[in-house]
């Protein structure tokens, strides 16, 4: 049975970083694109970075490229979001995902068949 379980998320100002982390068990991780979405109240879940089985191609939202860095240790079936230059805006619970579908990088949430139970984000005021 696959799990992936989300941590490193916290309160943080704006201008600060978090990294998170999601580790898999039960998964063929190597074979799997990963994906981080994220839910702010009121939202719907919307995406923020994805990368392929091997790392070796990634995609962002625009909303947080040049800010937030995908990166995955397929050693320790674990994926990570490294988040730069928070914003409010950035205020959401953030999703990790996997996909059982395909290797490759992909955007929708309709790719991904695994997720997570999520970890909050909230940057101070």
């Known amino acids: 049975q696959v799990q992936l379980v989300e941590s490193g998320g916290g309160l943080v100002e704006p201008g600060g970083s978090l990294r998170l982390s999601c580790a898999c068990s039960?998964?063929?991780?190597?074979?799997?694109?990963m994906g981080w979405f994220r839910q702010a109240p009121g939202k719907e879940r919307e995406f923020v970075a994805s990368i392929s089985w091997n790392g070796g191609t990634t995609y962002y939202a625009d909303s947080v490229e040049g800010r937030f860095t995908i990166s995955r240790d397929n050693s320790g079936n674990t994926v990570y979001l490294q988040m730069n230059d928070l914003k409010p805006e950035d205020t959401a619970v953030y999703y990790c995902a996997a996909s059982g579908f395909t290797r490759l990088a992909a955007a929708s949430r309709g790719a991904y068949n695994y997720w997570g139970q999520g970890t909050q984000v909230t940057l101070s005021s």
């Open positions: 039960g998964c063929i991780f190597g074979s799997y694109a």
